[in-house]
């Protein structure tokens, strides 16, 4: 049998949940005897591969980049899983829909201590979605895989359950859906 | 015709970026640039809650140094209060953030960095990982993975959770430290200080076959800023500013971090979200300046501890009067390593950090407070304002990684110039996500978010109009 393909993807998050996903420690060798890890940041795959069997996406959805990637995985991808309550509920990152995205922006490169304004991108840098949202507004998700982060033990038995073809149990949760 | 190389996703960084490079008619380098694509807002996020909740909120910027975070944001806290916290909770605090430079430095070190160091450069791209290492140097890999994992456990034993710990917070730290705790991190030490000593050694013994990247991959001089403490030594939680400059003169000394803000400033460019931190006195861009392990290392006379000095003698001798090669963040990363090790030895002995007194209590005494600490990447400062409730009405983050965009910009650029021929090939793309992986930029930090760093190599013409994409696709 070949080995299940795995990946990994960061949205709008802070990275603590790759970060947890890293506190496998040794663990990770034995992940990797199980599941060949096509894409992740930590990796130089730049573009998301085509039949890739189980992904985890951090973070939620805050610019028109993470959109396009986000529908471009759900598509390439058997099982999308919603990693951490970011790409769940939208958490930290969505703290700013109680703000105008303008004034968000204006906050952080007009009021302070600064030279210059606020970055407009040069057509380099996305545009921010004027709402944060969660990564199931924008694409179909299989699973939810709540904390902030996930820990470890949690995500090491949730992977390998779903690897070996097993309904992960903390799924029953549905957190922040 | 001239051309833009983009390369998208940067990737084996600590975030969402992207590189540019322009090319003349001639197809010589014109320009190189670092833009970092990701952005969160916590500077607007915080407004209207109460700053005891701020170490928690703050610790989500970054899951990679979170650590740094709760402090800066926790000793802010201290001076709302207005108090001095027990001798007990400065040396918890001190401790935590030992761990986290080293657990981040062995990301840095072993996860990131040393497939390229280790495979090559022009190593395949999809062996040059962390995955291609297992199969390579499973031991050496394994030493790494357990370097972090020490870093991470003390986070754990004392901070309760690994990531976003919230054991510490505005008058000092929650838990007691216990000799339990103590028992438990003494068992590591033996085996961290050793698996450091290799991983230099490997270092060193490699040096030799990167003479082209060391002395093309970001070597200029600059400023250098750093926390020192009173005699001028390594400090990581509290002390004095200092800055150096690229021959290793004194430019500023005893700077009080409570007041940053009226020694440096930011500038934005249009194309990074990310800031452009400078000194003010030298203006912008010449005030640009360098932090984290390079700096930290240039700007500090010595170590303070016995195995860490031998090495710190060693790397001074590298430069004349400051390292001004990026490509030296990698062994300066690794000395500071085995000196947070040998400090969180020292304080295992210390009868202080196991003292009753853990909290100084206080209600709201001022309406500013500053907070300040080496973060594994650099010198971090947070500044909150509140209302006479204790609502936030204002932050001011100044981020480590920011402090190094000038520095990722000109190296670059400068790579660029040296490796990109005619038809850039997979190793010289790989060479220009190198240099800044130098700086093992937080980019979630840096722009107070965090994700995937694109790599893409744009080709534009004389007018910026897209004549070419290459994109490192695997
Ligand atoms: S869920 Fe928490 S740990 Fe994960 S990306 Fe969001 S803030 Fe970071």
Redesign the interface.
């Known amino acids: 049998m070949s080995k299940k393909r795995l990946a990994t993807?960061?949205?709008?998050?802070?990275?603590?949940?790759?970060?947890?996903f890293?506190?496998l420690?040794?663990r990770?060798?034995d992940l990797?005897e199980l599941a060949d890890?096509c894409y992740t940041?930590?990796?130089?795959?730049?573009?998301f591969p085509h039949n890739v069997d189980i992904t985890l996406v951090e973070?939620a959805v805050?610019?028109e980049?993470h959109l396009r990637d986000a529908k471009k995985i759900r598509e390439r991808s058997g099982i999308l899983v919603a990693f951490g309550d970011c790409a769940i509920t939208g958490?930290?990152?969505a703290?700013?829909n109680?703000?105008n995205v303008e004034?968000?922006?204006s906050?952080?490169?007009r009021d302070?201590?600064?030279?210059?304004?606020?970055?407009?991108?040069?057509g380099?840098?996305?545009k921010?979605l004027e709402k944060v949202l969660r990564l199931q507004d924008v694409v179909a998700v299989d699973y939810f895989l709540p904390g902030?982060?996930p820990p470890?033990d949690v995500i090491f038995q949730f992977v390998v359950d779903l690897i070996g073809g097993k309904t992960p149990a903390v799924t029953g949760r549905k957190f922040g859906s | 015709m001239s051309r833009r190389i983009v390369i998208e996703p940067v990737t084996r960084l600590e975030g969402h970026a992207k590189i540019t490079v322009q090319l003349d008619d001639a197809g010589q380098v014109r320009s190189a640039r670092f833009h970092v694509t990701e952005f969160r807002g916590f500077e607007k996020i915080c407004e209207g809650r109460p700053f005891h909740e701020m170490p928690g909120l703050m610790s989500r910027i970054c899951g990679i140094c979170p650590v740094s975070h709760v402090l800066a944001s926790s000793k802010a806290g201290d001076m709302l209060l207005g108090v001095e916290i027990p001798p007990a909770a400065t040396k918890q605090r001190r401790l935590v953030n030992y761990a986290q430079v080293l657990q981040s430095h062995a990301l840095s070190f072993f996860h990131l960095s040393s497939p390229d160091l280790l495979l090559g450069m022009d190593s395949p791209p999809e062996k040059r990982n962390i995955f291609g290492l297992m199969e390579q140097d499973r031991e050496f890999l394994r030493s790494g993975i357990r370097l972090r994992q020490f870093g991470q456990q003390i986070i754990e034993l004392v901070g309760g959770k690994r990531i976003h710990p919230g054991w510490s917070g505005p008058g000092g730290v929650h838990e007691r430290f216990t000799t339990r705790q103590r028992d438990e991190i003494v068992k590591w030490i033996p085996e961290s200080i050793e698996s450091i000593g290799i991983a230099l050694d490997r270092l060193k013994s490699v040096l030799d076959s990167f003479r082209e990247e060391v002395a093309h991959m970001g070597n200029f001089p600059s400023l250098f800023l750093a926390t020192v403490n009173e005699e001028g030594g390594l400090e990581y939680y509290d002390g004095v500013i200092r800055i150096t400059d690229g021959s290793g003169n004194t430019i500023a000394e005893a700077l009080d971090p409570h007041r940053f803000y009226t020694y440096l400033g930011e500038a934005s460019e249009s194309y990074s979200f990310m800031k452009f931190p400078f000194y003010q006195p030298f203006g912008y861009p010449q005030g640009h300046y360098r932090v984290g392990p390079l700096a930290r290392l240039n700007v500090a006379k010595f170590a303070g501890t016995y195995h860490a000095d031998r090495e710190m003698r060693e790397f001074k001798q590298r430069g004349e009067g400051a390292v001004c090669q990026s490509f030296h963040f990698h062994l300066a990363r690794l000395i500071e390593m085995l000196h947070c090790t040998e400090r969180i030895e020292e304080l295992m002995e210390d009868p202080e950090l196991f003292e009753e007194a853990i909290q100084a209590k206080a209600s709201l005494n001022r309406r500013e407070g500053v907070g300040s600490c080496e973060a594994p990447r650099g010198t971090l400062f947070h500044r909150y304002w509140v209302d006479k409730d204790g609502l936030m009405t204002k932050a001011d983050l100044l981020i480590a990684t920011a402090q190094n965009n000038q520095a990722m910009n000109l190296s670059v650029e400068q790579t660029a110039r040296r490796f990109l021929d005619a038809e850039p090939d997979q190793g010289m793309l790989n060479r220009l996500e190198a240099a800044i992986r130098c700086y093992d930029p937080c980019l979630s930090c840096s722009t107070h978010a965090l994700g995937r760093m694109p790599l893409v190599v744009d080709v534009t013409g004389p007018a910026g109009e897209p004549v070419r994409q290459i994109r490192r696709e695997t």
Not at chain 1, 41 to 47: C, L, N, Q, T
Not at chain 1, 112 to 122: L, W
């Open positions: 993807v960061w949205l709008g998050g802070c990275s603590g949940c790759h970060m947890s890293l506190d420690d040794e990770l060798l990797a890890v940041p930590i990796a130089d795959v730049k573009e973070g805050a610019n980049d958490n930290v990152t703290l700013r109680l703000f004034d968000v922006l906050r952080a490169y302070s201590m600064i030279v210059g304004g606020v970055p407009e991108g040069d380099i840098v996305p921010l902030c982060p470890a």
